[in-house]
């Protein structure tokens, strides 16, 4: 069992920037796949953004490409969400995915999840 929790979250204005970490319960170096996805009220949970394996491939949505930046750091066993020049669009509950094998894309491929942190984006 693997035990995640983010942090981070917030209200800021439109432009702003936030910085969204999720802290696991294992090593993150025994993880393969961490990824965070979100879920605006009324829609389905999206993926944002994944990272996996040990070269640490990332890959991103692409309505977050360019702004947003995953990274992982071993030492800290923490995953974090770098989100730079945010939209009112971007308003959703954050939440933090982990598994132990290669996922991809889709949130039920993942075994693992954190309880969510708010992002809210004011135009």
């Known amino acids: 069992q693997v035990q995640l929790v983010e942090s981070g979250g917030g209200l800021v204005q439109a432009g702003d920037s936030l910085r969204l970490s999720c802290t696991t319960s294992?090593?993150?170096?025994?993880?393969?796949?961490m990824a965070w996805f979100r879920q605006a009220p009324g829609k389905e949970r999206e993926f944002v953004s994944g990272?996996?394996?040990?070269?640490?491939?990332?890959v991103y949505s692409d309505a977050v490409k360019g702004r947003f930046t995953i990274s992982r750091d071993n030492a800290n066993n923490t995953l974090y969400l770098q989100m730079n020049r945010l939209r009112p669009e971007d308003t959703a509950v954050y939440y933090c995915?982990?598994?132990?094998?290669?996922?991809?894309?889709?949130?039920?491929?993942?075994?693992?999840w954190g309880q969510g942190t708010q992002v809210t984006v004011s135009s």
């Open positions: 294992i090593p993150t170096s025994y993880i393969v796949t």
């Open positions: 995915a982990a598994d132990l094998y290669s996922c991809g894309t889709g949130a039920h491929e993942y075994d693992f």
């Open positions: 990272i996996r394996g040990i070269v640490g491939s990332t």
